[in-house]
């Protein structure tokens, strides 16, 4: 007699780890996903399958890796637990453009997805660019300058990406964050996630979000004295017109890391909130913890 096992209860870091395939055309290192890579991304994507988080508000510079964790997230919901999933986008242009060349190659390399995700056809309803059905739940692709988009079905995941990018109203029906947070609110197990840069001081969205939340940030341990430290623009040193000098120093003992110090480092971090935790969860990164930025070009970049 077969015995059918249930499938094995995964987080979507776990998740990620065993069956996310990083697409050639999408991806600067395509093939298998490893979280250890920039181990920051664990705590956003652990946060997720957190039954006491209902928000995680993701405040980052570039090139830290939020599209990969986006579609993580996404590839996770139509696996592991079915729901139906709202995307928001600055415009419907962008949510066009995210789901051609990054939701559409994850679902075809990624092999546990193929399957459940049928591919666009203009016959079928079922799928099409920015709306795609699943066993159990389906995905929309909407801009935030579209009103219509934002305030039909209801929705149990809702993600949110650059949403400093997003107008003030949608058309004349008001903030468009707030539209789509209201598309989940009869779901008692609701998911919701504001991602961007941010732009305008005190004219933030994603800055006045995070500030709201209980504001994670990611400690490293100096390889020196082990004083764990946020790592801050201000400790990147380097000698006048040579980037190529430049090193990051601890706040604490003074002792200075190359690149292969500091990534060593980060793979040992861990989030720390700085205030109490209400069912909101923020994350804050900059550019220095990204393993695919050098040192000597943050200096380039700023001059």
């Known amino acids: 007699v077969r015995i059918v096992k249930p499938p094995k ?14 697409s050639s055309e999408a ?15 664990r705590g956003i994507m652990e946060s997720f399958s957190d039954p006491d988080v209902h928000t995680v508000i993701f405040m980052s510079s570039s090139q830290i890796g939020k599209s990969e964790i986006l579609l993580n997230i996404i590839g996770y919901f139509i696996d592991q637990d079915p729901s139906p999933i709202l995307l928001v986008q600055p415009t419907l242009d962008m949510a066009q453009a995210f789901s051609k060349d990054r939701v559409t190659p994850m679902v075809r390399d990624t092999k546990v997805l193929t399957n459940k995700v049928s591919e666009s056809k203009a016959k079928d309803s079922g799928n099409t660019i920015l709306h795609k059905t699943f066993p159990g739940g389906h995905i929309t692709m909407s801009g935030a300058n579209s009103p219509a988009s934002l305030a039909s079905r209801p929705v149990r995941v809702v993600l949110c990406d650059e949403v400093d990018r997003y107008p003030v109203s949608a058309g004349t029906e008001g903030d468009p964050v707030n539209l789509a947070f209201k598309r989940s609110t009869t779901f008692w197990n609701k998911k919701r996630m504001l991602t961007s840069t941010p732009t305008v001081k ?50 604490e003992c003074g002792s200075g890391w190359d690149d ?14 700085e205030k109490d935790f209400a069912g909101t969860a923020g994350f804050w990164l900059n550019e220095i913890y990204s393993p695919w930025v050098e040192l000597e070009q943050m200096p380039r970049n700023f001059l």
Not at 213 to 230: A, G, L, T
């Open 9 to 22: 209860k995964l987080t979507v870091s776990q998740w990620a780890d065993e069956y996310r395939q990083l």
């Open 202 to 251: 005190y004219a933030s969205r994603i800055e006045s979000a995070y500030e709201e939340s209980d504001k994670r940030k990611f400690y490293i341990p100096c390889p020196m004295c082990n004083k764990y430290q946020v790592l801050r623009w201000s400790n990147v040193v380097w000698d006048k017109d040579k980037p190529e000098t430049a090193k990051y120093y601890c706040e």
């Open 27 to 41: 991806s600067a290192e395509s093939g298998k996903w490893r979280t250890s890579r920039a181990e920051y991304q």
């Open 260 to 273: 292969s110090t500091r990534w060593a480092s980060i793979k040992k971090g861990k989030w720390i909130a």
